[in-house]
């Protein structure tokens, strides 16, 4: 499924972290976020345009290691 509207890094230092995985799996309203098997994080892709662009899952990840961008609107980062 393609998303058009939303996009979402996460680097990849903080994405094989259990305990950041898991934060962002809990924090994230819409389920854009969920843990695979050894702990890592899986970026949920067909949830993304369901971003409300809450900045849950920046403010819960360590500083720089999220960025959720805004596809329609060049690509600006929240
Ligand atoms: S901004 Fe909010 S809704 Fe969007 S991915 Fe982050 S936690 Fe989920």
Known sequence: MSNLFIDV???PEAA???AVA????EV??????????????RV???NLDE???C???IDAAPAGTVTVRKLYDGGAAI
């Open 55 to 57: 900045r849950l899952c």
């Open 9 to 11: 890094e996460v680097a």
């Open 28 to 41: 994230c309203p819409v389920d854009i976020y969920a843990t695979r098997e050894d702990g890592s994080l």
């Open 16 to 18: 094989s972290d259990p």
């Open 22 to 25: 898991a934060k962002l799996a």
């Open 44 to 46: 949920v892709r067909e």
């Open 51 to 53: 971003c409300v662009l």
